[in-house]
């Protein structure tokens, strides 16, 4: 796994030894980012359940702002670390362990508004509608904010999640991705 593009395009992104951590494969994220390049330019985003910090690091290299990695596998806070490093991304990195509600609780007390959300859970655990309902509850999303959900094309999401709007879905094989706003 590589950064596609921008500042540190073409680092090489450290994996995971084992199969509980499922990183966005490269045709996936190109994909994301193509549909996304115009929100990116000096953005806030969140990398929730950020595994390797794949999605944050490649929207840090082609010019947000600041992303937050949020993980409850130590595994995956060590593996994030490793990579914010590896890229220099620190300045602009801010890792939070713990599950997703302490993560988002966070985000909210540190008064932060974000531009983008990159949400992939493990699948098949119902947690999509929870993350959308914190989100709003937290008034976290920013006034011209996106959330992008990468789940699995057999797990449908609803057009509207806790009042935010599906307005794209695509697919890629076995991976749907839906984006809210």
């Given at each position: 796994?590589?950064?596609i593009?921008g500042?540190?395009?073409?680092?090489h992104l450290?994996?995971p030894?084992?199969?509980?951590?499922?990183?966005?494969t490269?045709?996936?994220k190109?994909?994301i980012?193509?549909?996304?390049?115009?929100n990116?330019e000096d953005a806030v985003?969140?990398?929730l359940?950020?595994g390797?910090?794949?999605?944050g690091?490649?929207?840090?290299?082609?010019?947000?702002?600041k992303?937050?990695?949020?993980?409850n596998s130590?595994?995956?806070?060590?593996l994030?670390?490793?990579n914010?490093?590896?890229c220099?991304?620190q300045e602009w990195s801010?890792?939070i362990?713990?599950?997703?509600?302490?993560?988002l609780?966070?985000?909210?007390e540190?008064?932060e508004?974000i531009?983008?959300f990159f949400?992939d859970?493990p699948y098949k655990?119902g947690?999509?509608e929870?993350?959308?309902?914190?989100?709003?509850?937290?008034?976290?999303?920013?006034?011209e904010?996106?959330?992008?959900?990468?789940?699995?094309?057999?797990?449908?999401l609803a057009n509207?999640?806790s009042?935010?709007?599906?307005?794209?879905?695509?697919?890629?094989?076995?991976v749907?991705?839906s984006?809210?706003?």
């Open positions: 796994m590589r950064i593009t500042a540190f395009k073409g680092r450290e994996m030894e084992n199969k509980n951590i499922r990183p966005t490269e045709k996936v190109e994909a980012f193509s549909i996304i390049a115009a990116l985003c969140v990398d359940f950020a390797t910090g794949n999605l690091l490649e929207a840090l290299s082609r010019g947000a702002e992303c937050f990695f949020g993980d130590k595994d995956s806070l060590a994030i670390k490793r914010v490093e590896m220099r991304a801010v890792i362990p713990g599950d997703f509600v302490k993560v609780k966070r985000i909210y540190k008064g508004k531009d983008i949400l859970p655990k947690l999509y929870k993350c959308f309902e914190l989100i709003r509850e937290y008034d976290l999303l920013a006034e904010g996106i959330i992008i959900a990468e789940h699995n094309v057999c797990d449908v509207e999640l009042g935010f709007e599906r307005i794209k879905e695509r697919t890629y094989g076995t749907a991705i984006i809210y706003g």
